[in-house]
């Protein structure tokens, strides 16, 4: 099927036939529904199960210098506050941004062709349930600000963007070969003096020592969906809590699956998203190390990794995001849109804090005076 046949089924399909409104993706289904008249459209899946697959790291790489992956029109516009791209939502006349909560610039949106993901995870969690798990975390923060706390309280599911954040993910083989040293535990009796009620006495202790003898040798690695989120508007940190991930509930990219929602576009390649995924990977390699070289402690003086079989998907992963601005400062609470895992950033109320260092100093005063008397 060409893009232009593709992508105006996709269009006609988002039409509701009953009243001509766009027809949103409903979580947690595999349908599309009406928000005006309640029509809803089955998104039809193959018949036969598609298997989840990774691609040539390499093949990937050389295709899209030579332009010839997938592409999809989207019309987007970016933040001119934080420089995230995302795309717009059709009819939508003002809005803020996702990521910074500063107003959206409509006239700078442009209609553009962008790499077409390999794979989405659909929206499970509803925005009234991310709102619920908003406020349960906000409420059993210690220290927040209680006009914070009192305003998410009051507040509806509409301060929630749900938004596809774009990610990779990495599969490779490695073969690790390592220069180390074996550390193993000796013990050496000394003899010691020390006074005992006035008296020198002589004692003995026994002293632990580790002998050193050189290792080296070769360890192997299994790596299966590294993921690296290719969104740096959502702190890498924040993205890694979410995880993990229901990854075998992805689905053949679908446009149908985003209406309604946005997607951001990823700002992190491939081959810089490669780099981030390898220091991911590094810690388990290093701990297969440990376990070859053995004995009771161990040092690394140098390694060197072959990545094998390196291959590579590009996902759109489901979040509801709140950027929220508080005393000139943006927090951000995110959502993972499939497990209900909630992070974010939370402000501080120092005239609470305050008040505990002063109850606690309050008390220890009281205390001393108690036992002073005694």
Not at 30 to 49: V, W
Not at 208 to 226: I, L
Not at 345 to 366: N, T
């Amino acid at each position: 099927m060409s893009f232009e046949e593709k992508t105006s089924e996709t269009v006609s399909s988002l039409k509701c036939q009953n009243c001509g409104a766009v027809l949103h993706y409903a979580p947690g289904t595999n349908k599309l529904r009406c928000e005006y008249c309640g029509t809803e459209n089955i998104i039809q899946e193959p018949a036969a199960a598609q298997e989840i697959r990774s691609f040539d790291y390499s093949e990937f790489m050389a295709d899209l210098e030579k332009h010839e992956e997938s592409t999809t029109e989207a019309v987007v516009v970016k933040c001119t506050s934080c420089g995230a791209s995302t795309t717009m939502l059709p009819n939508v006349t003002s809005d803020a941004c996702p990521f910074c909560a500063s107003p959206l610039v409509i006239d700078h949106q442009q209609s553009m062709r962008i790499l077409e993901p390999h794979y989405v995870l659909p929206f499970v969690v509803k925005d009234k349930e991310a709102l619920q798990y908003f406020r349960n975390w906000m409420g059993k923060l210690w220290f927040a600000p209680s006009d914070l706390v009192k305003k998410v309280k009051d507040g509806s599911s509409q301060q929630l963007k749900g938004v596809y954040i774009p990610h990779w993910s990495y599969d490779t083989d490695t073969r690790t070969s390592y220069v180390g040293q074996r550390g193993e535990w000796y013990y050496v009796t000394e003899t010691y003096t020390e006074e005992v009620n006035g008296r020198t006495e002589t004692r003995t202790r026994q002293v632990r020592h580790t002998a050193w003898y050189p290792a080296s040798g070769h360890v192997a690695n299994e790596f299966r969906d590294v993921l690296v989120s290719a969104s740096p508007s959502l702190p890498r940190k924040m993205a890694e809590i979410l995880e993990p991930w229901h990854l075998d509930q992805l689905k053949g990219y679908d446009g149908r699956y985003l209406s309604g929602f946005r997607a951001e576009l990823y700002q992190t390649d491939a081959a810089q998203a490669l780099t981030i995924a390898k220091k991911r990977m590094d810690p388990a390699i290093r701990d297969e190390i440990y376990g070859d070289i053995g004995g009771d402690e161990q040092q690394i003086d140098h390694y060197d990794v072959d990545y094998n079989n390196l291959a590579l998907k590009y996902l759109l992963l489901p979040v509801w995001i709140s950027a929220y601005r508080y005393e000139g400062k943006i927090y951000h609470f995110v959502v993972n849109a499939t497990t209900g895992e909630v992070t974010g950033d939370r402000p501080y109320s120092w005239l609470k804090i305050a008040g505990l260092v002063i109850v606690i100093i309050i008390v220890v005063i009281v205390l001393y005076l108690l036992f002073a008397r005694k």
